[in-house]
């Protein structure tokens, strides 16, 4: 049985320390690949400069932005870096992970966009689908920065009752680094800065 070992962290905010840290963990622990979830900047403040230091990671990341980011200044340097793979919007396949990726926003509590996503894709969701998303999804653990305050995003919590996937990773809301939660058989999970450690077994 296969296994594919990858490290997932976000909102960074230009803390490229934690990125020195994490390349010092993906060559120790032999990580597969790296998965970042948005906020890596701040405010689009040197956006090439911490997507250079992603793609020195030395393993594939796959991407999405969030709501510091300008997603048309990403799109633009994209082409040099080689190990960046662009997951916004999109259902890609990085070292026989299956991904679908929905960046930006984090305020919304309802996404029309990720609803008319959800529907082109829905043939190509399965139960090993990792779903990345810079906002929580609504009534988990991760979307609240205060007790019994949910901010996180409906449109997401339906789309995984739905689709079902294995793993859901988000970010954006601080107080919530570093907790899980589950949504039916679901893992929810926001890795923080500094990252989580995610093994993903082959079933097939």
């Known amino acids: 049985m296969a296994k594919i070992k990858l490290i997932a962290f976000t909102d960074l905010h230009e803390k490229v320390v934690f990125l020195d840290r994490i390349k010092k963990v993906i060559a120790k622990e032999k990580i597969d690949l790296a998965v970042c979830t948005g906020d890596f900047t701040v405010f689009a403040r040197n956006t090439q400069k911490v997507m250079r230091a992603l793609d020195d990671l030395g393993v594939p990341v796959v991407l999405i932005h969030g709501n510091h980011e300008d997603e048309e ?27 679908f990726g929905f960046g930006g926003g984090g305020f919304s509590r309802e996404e029309p966009q990720l609803e008319l996503l959800e529907k082109q894709y829905s043939a190509q969701f399965d139960h090993r689908t990792v779903v990345l998303s810079h906002a929580p999804p609504f009534g988990t653990i991760m979307d609240q920065p205060d007790t019994d305050w949910h901010v996180g995003n409906a449109t997401l919590t339906m789309l995984i009752k739905r689709r079902k996937p294995l793993l859901v990773l988000c970010g954006h809301i601080h107080e919530g680094f570093h907790t899980k939660d589950t949504i039916g058989a679901t893992t929810i999970m926001n890795p ?3 990252g989580e450690i995610i093994t993903i077994e082959d079933d097939e």
Do not use: S, T, Y
């Open 192 to 194: 923080g800065p500094d």
């Open 73 to 99: 200044e990403i799109v633009q340097l994209l082409p040099q870096f080689k190990n960046i793979h662009w997951a916004h919007e999109r259902m890609i396949e990085v070292c026989g992970v299956q991904f």
